[in-house]
């Protein structure tokens, strides 16, 4: 199983070197794709990654400060946001971690907490020809009067921002 997960990372990431799109957009959903080649090796871009408070934006949390992100990369570990008096949100839950290879967060971000939809956010880091991919995919669901195909450029702007500042982050320690 191992491998096949491997396998399918590697050749999802080989896809190109830096691109954005979103994909079956409907009432009902869509799906925000992202992948670059990265300057960077696959554990620079794990160590990246599982640094959330440091790649993403302040401007997308609800307290205003990431620095109040709170992240554990592991099955049943929360991406969660605490500040003051007591205040808080869960953003997501980690439903898979591959070290190094694949994390994967069940979450609605944003403006679609309040909907009755699904959000899978799956990010993928592999190496294939000497070269580090990433690839963040952000698929979510739900019924069609929840709006999706109205949301999906807001939502997938948000996520780009993210991306592209990780990916900065992976390459140069700063997020961008």
């Not at 959000?119 to 698929?139: E, P």
Request: with cysteine; charged share 20%; glycine share 10%.
């Amino acid at each position: 199983m191992r491998s096949s997960i491997a396998a399918a990372v590697v050749a999802q990431l080989a896809c190109g070197i830096a691109q954005a799109e979103v994909t079956n957009v409907s009432a009902t959903a869509f799906t925000s794709n992202f992948r670059a080649e990265l300057k960077a090796s696959g554990d620079d871009a794990w160590r990246a990654l599982v640094q959330l408070p440091r790649w993403w934006s302040s401007q997308h949390t609800y307290s205003g400060q990431a620095a109040n992100l709170r992240f554990d990369a592991q099955a049943g570990g929360c991406w969660c946001e605490r500040w003051a008096d007591g205040q808080s949100v869960q953003h997501g839950t980690v439903v898979l971690a591959l070290p190094g290879r694949v994390l994967r967060v069940q979450g609605n971000f944003g403006p679609l907490q309040d909907l009755p939809v699904q959000g899978v956010l799956t990010f993928a880091i592999g190496t294939r020809d000497g070269k580090t991919a990433l690839r963040m995919t952000y698929r979510v669901g739900g019924p069609a009067d929840a709006g999706l195909e109205k949301l999906a450029p807001l939502v997938d702007g948000v996520m780009g921002e993210q991306f592209k500042r990780l990916k900065s982050m992976a390459e140069t320690g700063i997020p961008e």
